[in-house]
Structures are given as C-alpha cells and as structure tokens.
Nanobody, 124 residues
Framework: QVQLVESGGGLVQAGGSLRLSCAASGRTFSRYAMGWFRQAPGKEREFVAAISWSGVVTYYADSVKGRFTISRDNAKNTVYLQMNSLKPEDTAVYYC?????????????????WGKGTLVTVSS
C-alpha cells in the first residue's frame, strides 16, 4: 500500500512559478513509476508528466513541455513538479499517482495509487 500526499498548490499570477511535492509512504517508493495529472473545472482528468522509478526517463504532455519539470528523490520518497511560465489554463487540481508498471504506460492513466490532489490557480 502506498499513500500519496500532494502539497505546494496555491494562487499565482500568470508567468509565475510553483513547485508541487508529493510525499509517499512505504519503503517501496523507488519501485514505482510516478505521474502527475490534473483536472480543471468541468473537464476530464489529463496526464501532465511521468517519471521512471530511476528518474532517468520522463514524459510530458505537449501542453506543458518546456515549462514543467518532473523529478524525484527516492531517498526522500518524494516526487516534484516544477511549474514555470504558468498560464491561466494551467488552473486545475493536480494529482500525484504511482504505478507498478513502466513510465511509458503512465500517460494512459491506469495508476495503482492516487493522492487527493492540490489546487493550483493561475490568475491572468
């Protein structure tokens, strides 16, 4: 069992930055591929970024490529999402998720564990 707790959300102006963190419980964190997803009001949840268990391989949605960076610290059982050049359309609840599968499968969204989310609001 893995429990995930997101933090770091808040209100930021367009063009600003935020860093989200996701703290995981359990001793097997390093075995999981991790992903960030988001859900905007009235929209379906969508993939944002993924990272392999080793941290070497990453994937990004086209909408965030070049602006967001996913990383992880297995010693701290934490995965991060650095978000730069934020836009109003980035406003959403951001979820952290863990998968026993490969990082390449994360964008499909079939994750094993989910956090409860953290709200990011970008004002124009």
């Amino acid at each position: 069992q893995v429990q995930l707790v997101e933090s770091g959300g808040g209100l930021v102006q367009a063009g600003g930055s935020l860093r989200l963190s996701c703290a995981a419980s359990g001793r097997t964190f390093s075995r999981y591929a991790m992903g960030w997803f988001r859900q905007a009001p009235g929209k379906e949840r969508e993939f944002v970024a993924a990272i392999s268990w080793s941290g070497v391989v990453t994937y990004y949605a086209d909408s965030v490529k070049g602006r967001f960076t996913i990383s992880r610290d297995n010693a701290k059982n934490t995965v991060y999402l650095q978000m730069n050049s934020l836009k109003p359309e980035d406003t959403a609840v951001y979820y952290c998720a863990a998968s026993r599968g490969r990082a390449a499968e994360v964008p499909a969204g079939a994750m094993d564990y989910w956090g409860k989310g953290t709200l990011v609001t970008v004002s124009s």
